[in-house]
């Protein structure tokens, strides 16, 4: 089986420690190829899913997109050394070269992938590394659902819609948050 392996410090991070934040564990967490890909791929799924226009749910703008974008860059300053070598990949996936296309999936998918993403953490990672990921997901769709409208988008207070509260609430029960 084809292994990858993912020391969580921060030189994976590719940022020094600094003041405030843990020192780095001296464990290793061993995830698979696909293992790895799921946690890393997350993210950008659920930044997509929640962006998305539905039934009930408020059309997006540009700045929706760039509130999610904001949140999954945010996980470079997360005192999760897990959370950080994810964003460390995710950046690092984006330096020109080709990149296998993703099926962007439905609502039942990326449900699953969660829950998918919540047992691989379950088995892989330490519970304190497991939970700030899952809550850091939770947080990409979140500020997505937020995020104040584009101009001409009419959402009275910026208020979240009961679609999109559903929508995160179902993505929470996903991750195992609540």
């Given at each position: 089986?084809?292994?990858?392996?993912?020391?969580?410090?921060?030189?994976?991070?590719?940022?020094?420690?600094s003041?405030?934040?843990?020192?780095?564990?001296l464990t290793?967490?061993?995830?698979?190829?696909?293992?790895?890909?799921?946690?890393?791929?997350l993210?950008?799924?659920?930044l997509?899913?929640?962006?998305?226009?539905?039934?009930?749910?408020?059309?997006?703008?540009?700045?929706?997109g760039?509130?999610?974008?904001?949140?999954?860059?945010a996980g470079?300053?997360?005192?999760?050394?897990?959370?950080?070598?994810?964003?460390?990949?995710?950046?690092a996936r984006?330096?020109?070269?080709?990149?296998?296309?993703?099926?962007?999936?439905?609502?039942?998918?990326?449900?699953?992938a969660?829950?998918?993403?919540?047992?691989?953490?379950?088995?892989?990672?330490?519970?304190?590394?497991s939970?700030a990921?899952?809550?850091?997901?939770?947080?990409?769709?979140?500020?997505v659902?937020?995020?104040?409208?584009?101009p001409?988008?009419?959402?009275?207070d910026?208020?979240?819609?009961?679609?999109?509260?559903?929508?995160?609430?179902?993505?929470g029960?996903?991750?195992?948050?609540?």
């Open positions: 089986m084809l292994a990858m392996e993912v020391s969580m410090s921060h030189s994976v991070a590719g940022e020094p420690p003041a405030g934040r843990r020192a780095a564990p290793t967490a061993v995830y698979s190829a696909a293992e790895w890909d799921l946690l890393t791929g993210p950008g799924r659920v997509v899913a929640a962006a998305a226009p539905g039934p009930g749910r408020t059309e997006r703008g540009v700045l929706a760039l509130a999610g974008l904001d949140a999954v860059a470079r300053a997360s005192d999760s050394d897990l959370v950080r070598a994810v964003v460390a990949a995710i950046y984006h330096d020109g070269a080709p990149q296998p296309v993703e099926r962007l999936t439905d609502l039942v998918d990326l449900l699953a969660c829950r998918a993403a919540s047992r691989v953490l379950g088995r892989r990672a330490d519970p304190a590394d939970a990921y899952r809550q850091w997901v939770q947080s990409v769709a979140a500020r659902c937020r995020a104040v409208p584009s001409g988008e009419r959402r009275p910026h208020a979240i819609s009961p679609a999109d509260r559903r929508f995160l609430g179902r993505l029960a996903a991750l195992g948050l609540g």
